[in-house]
């Protein structure tokens, strides 16, 4: 076990180091911007003075290299920094920058948000995509296979915003069995939460169905040609049996990151059904944060994605490795 | 007499290759008692496993019953429903494969794999047939038959997962059991204890057996009667002994007759002469682990010497290091009595040349997306610098040395080649080098035995036209007896003993090759008893070879 131990540290170290590379190129794009606060904040009357304090009261006018380290230091402590939107409405109001509200104040909602969503699409997609990959291994060349194959293939090939108008279109007018708009905020109870929740939930499980449900397929098929498969056969298992019980267990590895990759996108990538359902997520903050080149909020949402790729990654890393009994169980 | 157990009737297969059906087997009879032990013998594309497969009505892939008749107690095997064959299958007719490291699901215990069958079959209950499992593990002379199950089957050895499957095979006590060669991907040492624990519960428990193999050594062990195939068709089937005094048909005889290809050993060298290739107190590792161990030999101009010895006694790892692949850890390597550096990447490109490889599979040795010209007109070039025309002209002179007419195979991809074809490349791919030493590691042991003579002979000739000094790397004494003149015997990366064949095939001998000597099977169905006799029952395979530690 010390083996697979080791392994473990090691990764996370890589991670970790990854994390750190990932945060200079996080700066260094951010501040390749066109543009930066104090010019589109002030607008037409952006005069060099009015531009030039601005920037002096958000430390703009410093060297980017010691602006880097400075952010590291405070983001390695979990502080990290102050919106520029909400220090420079602070200043307005009379308070000092300082006392604006943190960024960590700010992302921590819309992130619980976007990690509810995630999660529920995850409890729905994942079972759902791996079952039907599971019975399009069993009923491979068949009709139920080929119409499976369509459906998950139409489904990842259209807009998601035209998914999300189709799925509104059905479950919200013409049957109004869910709410269109999923402007879930705090204090709200669970179940009124998961309703509100579910049709922006269906929608992305559709845009992530097609990728884990071919690689489950794909990867069960693949084994299927195994002596071990065939000597499950020649004991009078049956099919599915047979495949639940002797080739999923060895086909998990591809399984399980394509399963990750797709749980990283859900955190990073659905700011386009945000906007449709309205859901105050992350992705939203993020791109009206892009617009005003609230340099901060960019920065931490940046480093919030990439910590989940490289998290999601690493832990589709461990349980592949620990999906190997020869690894698990040394000679 | 009853009605057997097994009739099988004019038993017509088809196997499908670039979407058309060809016949592959041409109406086999076969006849099954309770209780009898059948052999199946041929060579591969005889038929033999897809008729033994026939018989639980299981076809592969690509591969149908087109006619005739399987029938199991009564039973219509070729139309009856899946279900009723799951039914019988693991129960009453059970499977034993040839590779059981290959066949157990590396996923689960063997445990679990062994109770799966009677419990889902409604044999016994989980508990019951745990118990069993013990039991047959200890009749089977598995060690730790108490806990061995618990573990996974790559924690085992490949001897004795090949017992655990016979095991679960018996799991549900059936009535047939095909044994698909058992112990064709065994050592030798191993291959007497897997032979003996399944004749014994064969016996014991009055199972029928049809046993599929191309050893007709081994199966003079095994089998009431024996069947000879060949490209689908029955050549004549006898009792064991009848077969083997007297057997009617030529190519019985000429299966018969394969192990009689013997070259006479070379008068050894001189004491002056310089040997071509000289390994002296060379060790090495893998990570940590060291794997030989102060290892020494000699090999002179156009001599064979022949290194022998089990899975993991270090034969394939001392040619690494003499092609420089591993370098060694210590000790020297000499070309013609000059030192050669240990990695290859230290070699000039003219030493390189001299110290060529023929591989075991040469279905993977060579680029399945080159023709053959260029297969071997690449080291044609690189290692002699010829271009153009005269590289063509090279290989077609290199196809005619290893008798395939240039015209017709020059153009053709590896795919488009039998076994023993590709094989023949694949010693045309090292000639094409000029070298003066070559290394053929385990070359004949993916062939047919007719075939692997006809490469032996090839070797041979061309040994003594171009005085080519070989390295043979082999587990099959026969082929030592055949080709070799100097014998090294390797154990757990260390010589054990070396010297010329004629010494190393007459006593008195180191116990480990003495050992190893006694272990391959003889053409008499009385060897293995005989064999246990002397060694007594407990002392064979795998303990006999712990006992000289």
Redesign the interface.
Known sequence: MSNVLTIILQRLALGILTLFVVSVVIFAAVNLLPGDFAQVILGQGATPEAVESIRRDLGLDQPVVLRYFDWLAGAVQGDLGTSFAQANFASFVGEGAARGTTVMQQIAPRFENTMFLAGVTALIAVPFAVGLGILAALYRDTAFDKGTNIFALTSISSPEFFLAYVLILFLAVLNPWLPSLSNIYDGMGLGERLQRTLLPALTLTLVVTAHMMRMTRAAIINLLASPYIEMARLKGMKPMHVIVRHALPNALAPIINVVALNLAYLITGVVVVEVVFVYPGIGQLFVDSVKIRDIPVVQACCLIFAAAYILLNLLADILSILSNPRVRHPK | MAEPLLKIRNLTLEGRSDEEWTQIVNGVDLDLHKGEVLGLIGESGAGKSTIG?AA?G?T??GVRISDGSVEFDGIDLVNARMSV???????RI??V?Q?AA???????KLIDQHT??PV??DVMSRKESEADAMELYAKLRLPNPEEIGF??P??VSGGQLQRAMTAMAMSCRPDLIIFDEPTTALDVTTQIEVLTAIRDIVEQFGTAAIYITHDLAVVAQMADRIKVLFRGDEVEEASTREMLDTPQEDYTRSLWAVRSFERPAKPAPTADAVPVISVSGIDASYGKTQVLHDVSFDIHEARTVAVVGESGSGKSTAARCITGLLPPTNGVIRLDGRDLPLDYRKRSKEQLRQVQMIYQMADTALNPRKTIGQILGRPIEFYRDIKGRARRREVEKLLDEVELPASEYIDRLPSELSGGQKQRIGIARALAAEPRFIICDEVTSALDQLVAESILKLLARLQDERKLSYMFITHDLATVRAIADEVVVMKDGEVVEQGPKTEMFTPPHHPYTDLLLSSVPEMDPDWLNRLLDERGRENIGDAAVDKMG
Do not use: C, T, V
């Open positions: 497969l639980m299981f592969r892939d064959k799951r039914r019988l299958l693991g129960k059970a499977y494969a590779s290959a066949s157990f699901n590396p996923a689960h799966e069958a889902r079959h573990r996974f790559h924690q």
